[in-house]
């Protein structure tokens, strides 16, 4: 099985802030890597999909990259509204999430 | 704009069998795969599994494979989730989405939270 490991588990930086969160995988995985954002008693939301490619409406302060084991969610400019937890997922073969990496006001 | 809801029991007995529905609006079953994740209290969400329109394409988290039956009901849009031999570690918050061909889930339910106990 491939498994998904995110870093740090947690983070806190301030308003204005450039922030990566990193997402290892334990095989090459191509590009085949998605990011969410969870907040509170929320649904998740798609960010980023196909490592790179930026959901509709998503503010384009997000950004994702990397390839094969390696892939990292950048967030240029934090906002009051991105302090949340992330998640990223593997799209193939199958779905494993990462463990969370979850942001909070510094 | 598609929208996904939830439905089912928020509490099982331990050892019953947990089922879920969810119920799609607002666009069309058909040409989608779609799954189910979970996430305990306090924890990171889990992928259970999913199932394409066709019937023909399923796969499932082998934590759930011998457990887990994901199924689809087109004429009423919807689709459900069954899990025999509910434990108290079944206890979680359950989110049905869509997934894209490409394995991302584009759109989510608002969850239901169904606790396991005797």
């Known amino acids: 099985d491939i498994q998904m490991t995110q870093s740090p588990p947690s983070l806190s930086a301030s308003v204005g802030d450039r922030v990566a969160i990193t997402c290892r995988a334990s095989?090459?995985?191509?590009?085949?890597l998605n990011w969410y954002q969870q907040k509170p008693g929320k649904a998740p939301r798609l960010l980023i999909y196909?490592?790179?490619s930026l959901q509709s409406g998503v503010p384009s302060r997000f950004s994702g990259g990397g390839s094969g084991t390696d892939f990292t969610l950048t967030i240029s400019s934090l906002q009051p509204e991105d302090f949340a937890t992330y998640y990223c997922q593997l799209s193939y073969p199958t779905h494993t999430f990462g463990q969370g990496t979850k942001l909070d006001i510094k | 704009q598609v929208q996904l809801l939830e439905s089912g029991p928020g509490l099982v007995k331990l050892s019953e069998t947990l089922s879920l529905t969810c119920t799609v609006s607002?666009?069309?079953?058909?040409?989608?795969?779609w799954g189910w994740i979970r996430q305990p209290p306090g924890r990171e969400l889990e992928y259970i599994g999913y199932v394409h329109d066709t019937g023909t394409a399923n796969d499932f988290n082998p934590s759930f494979t011998s457990r887990a039956t994901v199924s689809l009901d087109m004429s009423r849009s919807r689709f459900s989730l069954r899990l025999t031999s509910a434990t108290a570690a079944d206890t979680a918050m359950y989110y049905c989405?869509?997934?894209?061909?490409?394995?991302?889930?584009?759109?989510w339910g608002q969850g239901i939270l169904v606790t396991v106990s005797s």
């Open positions: 607002g666009g069309s079953i058909a040409g989608y795969y």
């Open positions: 989405a869509r997934l894209d061909k490409n394995g991302y889930y584009d759109h």
């Open positions: 196909l490592t790179s």
């Open positions: 095989q090459n995985i191509n590009r085949y």
